[in-house]
């Protein structure tokens, strides 16, 4: 596996990350009252780690030339 198909496999986490935050997203307007604390912090903590991939797959994608 190279740095870019390992930066790839990245990218798509954060992909599906942000679908599944999305998803959240569109639940919160129809969630009952007592959830929204806790829907709230499912999406402060899927943001993070949609962050997270996209940093690695950024620094992986700069060593995309050499293979380990």
């Known amino acids: 596996m190279t740095y870019a198909e390992w ?3 990245y990218l798509d986490s954060a992909a599906q990350i942000k679908e599944n935050m999305t ?3 569109q ?3 129809t969630a009952p009252v007592s959830e929204l604390k ?3 912090f499912r999406i ?3 943001y993070q780690m949609y962050l997270d991939c996209l940093s690695t797959a950024n620094i ?3 060593r995309k030339g050499v293979a380990f």
Request: glycine share 0%; hydrophobic share 45%.
């Open 7 to 9: 930066a790839k496999e």
């Open 23 to 25: 998803v959240i997203k």
């Open 27 to 29: 639940q919160l307007p």
């Open 38 to 40: 806790e829907m709230n």
């Open 44 to 46: 402060s903590v899927l």
């Open 60 to 62: 992986l994608k700069k």
